[in-house]
Nanobody, 121 residues
Framework: QVQLVESGGGLVQAGGSLRLSCAAS????????MGWYRQALGKERELVAS???????NSTDSVTGRFTVSRDNAKNTVYLQMNSLKPEDTAVYYC???????????????WGQGTQVTVSS
């Protein structure tokens, strides 16, 4: 069984910073892309940033220059460093991973439980 466990959310004032972490657990894992999505109240879930296993990054324009996604393949962990936070960044942030398991071979897309980020003005 694959689990994604997130940490690092919380309440911060506008202009502040937070760092989210998401660790994948399970045996015989090979993780392709990992990333972060967010869902604000009353809105659809949207991609924030994703990173391939080789380090190729894709991010939404609204966070470019403020948020940085990174990963540690040895730890099966993805990070999201969020700087210069704005009230409009307030949302539940979800970790996502494309995971291959061996013995037997399976492939699936997994989500974390979500972590709340609230930015006060």
């Amino acid at each position: 069984q694959v689990q994604l466990v997130e940490s690092g959310g919380g309440l911060v004032q506008a202009g502040g910073s937070l760092r989210l972490s998401c660790a994948a657990s399970g045996s015989n894992l090979f993780i392709n892309a990992m990333g972060w999505y967010r869902q604000a109240l009353g809105k659809e879930r949207e991609l924030v940033a994703s990173i391939s296993r080789s380090g190729k990054i894709n991010s939404t324009d609204s966070v470019t220059g403020r948020f940085t996604v990174s990963r540690d393949n040895a730890k099966n962990t993805v990070y999201l460093q969020m700087n210069s936070l704005k009230p409009e960044d307030t949302a539940v942030y979800y970790c996502n991973a494309d995971v291959i398991r061996f013995g037997p071979f399976t492939r699936g897309n997994y989500w974390g439980q979500g972590t709340q980020v609230t930015v006060s003005s």
